[in-house]
Every structure is written in C-alpha cells, then in structure tokens.
C-alpha cells in the first residue's frame, strides 16, 4: 500500500512537472498568390426551403480561402506531427458542429478521436447528416435530422485529416473535421492566428493543412517558454 | 438525375423512406435532393410492377393461380401486421392495397395460351433483373459502397436494351421479317457488334466516373488544362484542386480521374469512327433505302448528339440536367446499336447461306408442280 502510494506520488509530481514546463506554440499563417474568386452557392438561394432562410441576404459563398486582406488565411489546420501523447477526446467537452441556414458551422474544424461530435440543426428544414470517412475503423454514417431534433452525436476512433461531413438533401452543405490521436492541435482564425496549449518540451514537425492551400511542415523545438512559428501557404 | 445531383444519399435509410414506408412519405417532404432520391425510388417500385405484369402475362393459366394465392396471402398477411404490428401500419396497409388488387385481378386475367417458352424465359430474366437492380440501388445505400453505383448504372443500361429487345421480338414486325435474306459480303454484322460493345465500354466508364463522386475531372475541352494531353503529376494535380472551386461536395481530383476521363474521350472518338464506318459500310453494301442504313443513320445522329452533350456538360461544369441528357443519349445509344446488331442477325447471312437460301427458294416451287 505503502508503495502504490510512493508510486502514485512521483507519477504526479512528474506529471505537473510536465505541465509546469509545458509551452504554448502560436502564430499566424498567411497565404501567398490569388486564390481563385469564391462561387456564390445559387442552388442555396434557389432551394424553395432553405431560400427563405437567406432570403434577404447575399448570396452565400464557397468558402474555400477565406483571405484576410493581408494575407491572413483562416481553416489552416495546424499540429504536431508523431507527438508522443494520448488523446484526451473521451474526457473532452464534445465539439458542436451547428447547421444553420443550410450551411455547416464551423466549415474547418479538428477533434479529438473518441471525442463526442455533436451535430445540431438549427434551421427549420430537415437534413441527412453523412459522414464520409476515408480511414479503416471511422465508420461512415448517414442520419436523418428533423428541425429541432436531438443533435446527434458522431465519435471518431482513428485519426483521419480532413473528414467530410455532409449532407445530400442539399448537395452544397459539407464541412469537414480533423480528427487527432492526441491534444495538440489548432484551427486558424480570420485572422490567420492559432495557439496550440501546453506543449511539452521536445522537437516536433507543426504541419499546416489547409484543404485547398496544400500542406506545409515546419521543424520547432519547444522549451520552457512560448513558440511563435508563422507559415506561408501558397497557391500557384 | 440523382447522380447528377450529387444526391444518391439524400434517403438515408431503405427500403423505407425516413422510417416511412416508401408509398406513405408525405409529398410536403419530398424536397431538396430528396425528391430525386425518393423519385427514383417510385419511378423504380413502378417499373418492378410493370416487369411483373410483363413477367407474369406470358405464363397463363399458371399465373392465373399466382394471382389469386399471392393476392390472398398479401391480403392475410396485410390484415395480420396491421392487427399484431401496429407500429407497421403502412406496411400492413401495403400488403392490404396489392393484395386487394390482385385478388379481383386474377378473375379478369387473360384466359389465353401460354406464351412460346423463349418469351417465358425472357419475361423471368428481366423480373430477376429489375429486382437485383432494386436491391444493389438499396445495398448501395445502406452499405455506402459507391462501387455497387457502378453496377447499379450499368446494369441499368442493360435492362433498358433487354426490354427495347423484347419489345422487338414481340411486334408483329420482327416475326414477319425474312430471315438470312440479304448477303453479308463484309461482315456488317460484327461492325455493328464491335461498334455496339465500345459503347457499353463507354458506359461502364461514364459510370466509373460519376460514382467517383469528384465532379469534373478535366474542366476543358476540347483541350485538357491546356493542353492536348495534362500533366498528371502530383504537383500538377495539386495545382488543378488549388484552383477548383465547386459548389457540391465533391471530392478532390486524382491522377487516375483524370486519366479516366481522357480514356473517355478517346473512347468516344473511335465510337465516332466505328459508327460512322457501321453507316458508310451499310449505305455501301445494302443502299439507301434499306432498314438498316436508316438505322445507322439514326445511330450517328444520336452518336453525334452524345458527343455535343458530352461537350457541353465540361462547358457547363457539368450541370445536371445536361450530365442527365447525356447519359439519357448514352442509353438510347447503346439501345440503338444493340437493336441494329440484333436486327443484321436475323436480316444478314454469309454469301453461301444466301446461295442456298436461294436455292431452296428456286426448288419449292418446282417441287410444289
């Protein structure tokens, strides 16, 4: 008893060790080159349900490269590649992914596997929500949700980039999630900025994936003290 | 035109419709790509009564006693899952509704001769047929596997030749027409047979393609990003995603995508050239008037079309209905060539069957004397 005690004890102060050295990485990400002008989304407007919901509004877009107008570009993907660590996901708060107005939101977004993913309909029209997992062992799904039902809840057990979330009632609504082994992750704002907590000490790979932009890889080694990386993306 | 759509998953669930019985889904939710779904699954269950009717009417009286038992059983087991499973009303009801019909039906059921064997034998094919196609467009569905979309599109277009080809045998037209009574002096019969199987490769291409789920693969024509053949490298192919910008959600393109639609487009191009050898060859040996040459010529005015609609589908990045037109003229292609090759079977023989076609012709009458 004595011993699992001894045990129990070393374990925590290490753990909070860990912590207490444990840096955040931040930084901005911009994109070089003109993206290709964003598409208004027309079979939205003219969908005699989910037209109502917009109707006094523009037309909605694709929303491909959300450009700042400096280059700041928002739905970068940003994580730390082969990080020694579990996930986190089963204890996390479960992320929600919202329709509204016939359109997913959040459009890019990252959890954890085993983390809950709450999908909820806003709107007053019915969806089919379909996951399209590419990755052996995330099962794909397609689920029906009638307006102000339950959201439904959708887990993810191995990690996939990029997973599709769609629905084919209306053809032009898709997300997509990144699903991580463990914590270390973030998603870039419109202001192109992320922060990725309490990282332990170590060298790592920070990758930088946007859907359309491409991938980048950046070697860092995080100390004591915060990081700041900032990563060029670029569309030729 | 669901595929065209992007909407092959809009109803989630089969065979109900949204936990309804497919015939009870309330119009006011047939909306969005539901309605296309949902559609072709009452344009299909329509089609499954029809083959059925077609199936059964050859094999009077027996399908006479079909009818009766079959309607008798439905309307037992309708009245039993309404009474025991209330929770299946609809489908109770269901059972209830064609029982009630085929019950009285069998009364009034034709009375005449069974049909010749061969018309049996066809009618069960396409029954079997048109119920497989039902349950791979259902597995596809419930199994999420688009590899089953592309034996569901396929097998489609078969069907659709195998009824315009039982149609054929069945009209008065066919059963009066000579046998083996023109001379086959170049081998029509296997231009058309050749011509006839690089459309169906076509087809299971095409169909290849669109349950790819990416949308265009090559945004131009008649050149390919530019040029006569693309770059498939993978940087190249990752500037063509860079730049493409789609409303559905399709998936990012591929080498191999890109590559199949070119295989597509040469394909086409010697669809091209076959047909239009089938029409040359055919005015040549058999003259303008022949039913054959009329045919041919059909064949390339439709071949013609499939090329323009082909064209305008990349034009108009690829929009529904014009990618529904083309696989529309695709099937009615591929009907066309299969008819025009049956129908040189029959209408064409080897020079020497012809002689002594002839010669028996020449002996009856003086055997007759």
Redo the contacts between chains.
């Keep these: 008893m004595k011993k699992k005690t001894w045990i129990l004890a070393t374990l925590t102060v290490a753990a909070s060790l860990q912590l207490g050295m444990a840096a955040d990485i931040t930084g901005k990400v911009t994109l070089k080159g003109t ?5 208004p ?3 939205l407007k003219n ?4 037209g109502k919901l917009v109707k006094d509004k523009e037309v909605p877009k ?1 929303r ?1 490269y959300l450009v700042g107008d400096k280059g700041q570009l928002a739905d970068v993907i940003v994580s730390i590649k082969g990080i020694p660590g579990k996930s986190t996901g089963a204890q996390a708060k479960p992320h929600l992914l919202d329709q509204v107005n016939c359109e997913y939101v959040p459009y890019v977004s990252a959890v954890q596997t085993d983390q809950k993913i709450l999908v909820r309909n806003s709107d007053p ?2 969806h ?1 929500v ?1 996951p ?1 997992p590419k990755v052996q062992g995330n099962n ?1 799904a ?3 949700q009638m307006p102000k039902a339950p959201d439904l809840e959708f887990t993810f057990t191995k990690p996939e980039e990029l997973l ?1 979330f ?1 629905c ?7 997300a997509y999630v990144s699903v991580f082994d463990h914590p270390y992750f973030s998603v870039t704002g419109t202001d192109g900025t992320f922060t990725i907590q309490n990282v332990p000490p170590g060298k790592y790979t920070l990758e930088f994936n946007h859907r ?3 991938v980048v890889t950046k070697e860092i080694e995080v100390k004591d003290s915060n990081v700041t990386v900032d990563a060029e993306l670029e ?2 | 035109m669901v595929t065209s759509h992007g909407v092959g998953m809009a109803v989630p669930d089969w065979p109900n419709t949204y936990g309804y019985n497919m015939f009870f889904f309330p119009v006011s939710k047939w909306v969005g790509g539901v309605f296309y779904e949902h559609s072709l699954g009452a344009v299909g269950s329509a089609v499954v009564l029809r083959v059925l009717i077609l199936a059964s009417r050859p094999h009077v009286p027996k399908s006479r006693r079909w009818l009766k038992s079959g309607g008798l059983i439905l309307l037992v087991a309708g009245a039993l899952v309404c009474a025991l499973a209330r929770a299946k009303w609809q489908d109770g009801l269901f059972l209830l509704l064609v029982g009630a019909v085929a019950f009285p039906a069998s009364f009034i059921w034709p009375k005449s001769e069974p049909a010749p064997k061969w018309m049996r034998r066809m009618g069960i094919i396409a029954l079997v047929a048109v119920i497989f196609q039902g349950v791979l467009g259902g597995l596809r569905v419930t199994m999420f596997k688009d590899e089953l979309g592309i034996f569901h599109g396929t097998l489609a277009q078969l069907f659709f030749l195998f009824i315009c080809l039982m149609a054929l045998f069945l009209s008065r037209w066919w059963q009066t027409l000579p046998q083996g009574a023109v001379t086959d002096r170049v081998g029509l019969r296997w231009f058309y047979f050749a011509a006839t199987g690089l459309i169906f490769l076509q087809l299971i291409l095409g169909a290849t393609m669109r349950h790819q789920h990416a949308g265009l693969a090559i945004s131009d024509f008649p050149l390919a990003y530019g040029e006569l053949w693309p770059d498939m490298s993978s940087e190249a192919v990752a500037k063509y995603n860079q730049n493409r910008v789609e409303t559905t959600a399709y998936y990012e393109i591929t080498a191999f995508q890109i590559g199949l639609q070119m295989a597509h487009r040469i394909l086409a191009a010697l669809i091209f050239v076959a047909v239009l050898v089938c029409v040359w060859l055919t005015r040549r040996e058999l003259g303008w008037q022949n039913p054959l040459s009329k045919l041919t010529t059909l064949w390339m005015t439709l071949i013609v079309t499939q090329v323009f609609l082909g064209a305008v589908t990349i034009w108009t990045n690829k929009s529904a209905d014009i990618a529904t037109a083309h696989v529309a003229v695709g099937a009615l292609s591929l009907m066309t060539g299969g008819l025009i090759t049956t129908l040189s079977l029959r209408r064409l023989c080897n020079a020497s069957k012809t002689y002594s076609l002839q010669a028996a012709a020449f002996a009856q009458p003086s055997a007759s004397k």
Excluded at chain 1, 35 to 39: A, F, N, Q, S, V
Excluded at chain 1, 168 to 174: A, I, K, L, S
């Design positions: 993206p290709p002008p964003e598409k989304i027309d079979a969908d005699p349900n989910c694709t491909f029209v019915f089919n379909h399209t794909e397609n689920k029906a599709r769609k084919d009632v209306h053809p032009w609504m898709f359309k932009a491409g569309v030729k």
